[in-house]
């Protein structure tokens, strides 16, 4: 799986990197939700509210976790890309 994914497009990647960033962005606010609300409430707090907030919270995390690495990869080959037309236009 590593070697396709260094095979594969820019734009790929980029895609693939966001994803798992925001993947794991939002399974980290998921169990760390699920760890306090285990830790400070009584045993008798309502199930699907729980599991319903908890699962917004990870999603927004995930959608702003997502957009904004995708946001920076796309900056950080922009600026590359400018960086080597700088640097054939300085050995010419």
């Known amino acids: ?9 820019l734009k790929i990647q980029r895609i693939l990197t966001a994803t ?4 794991s962005a939002s399974m ?13 409430q009584e045993p008798s707090t309502i199930l699907a509210f729980r599991l ?6 990870a999603m927004v995390t995930a959608i702003v976790v997502g957009v904004v690495t995708f946001a920076l990869s796309t900056t950080l080959s922009e600026v590359q ?3 080597s037309e700088v640097k054939q236009r300085l050995e010419e």
């Open 20 to 23: 798992i960033a925001a993947l």
């Open 28 to 40: 980290a606010v998921f169990l760390s939700l699920e760890v306090s609300i285990q830790l400070s």
């Open 1 to 9: 799986m590593f070697l396709d994914f260094k095979r594969s497009s």
């Open 52 to 57: 319903t907030s908890m699962v917004v919270v």
């Open 81 to 83: 890309q400018r960086l």
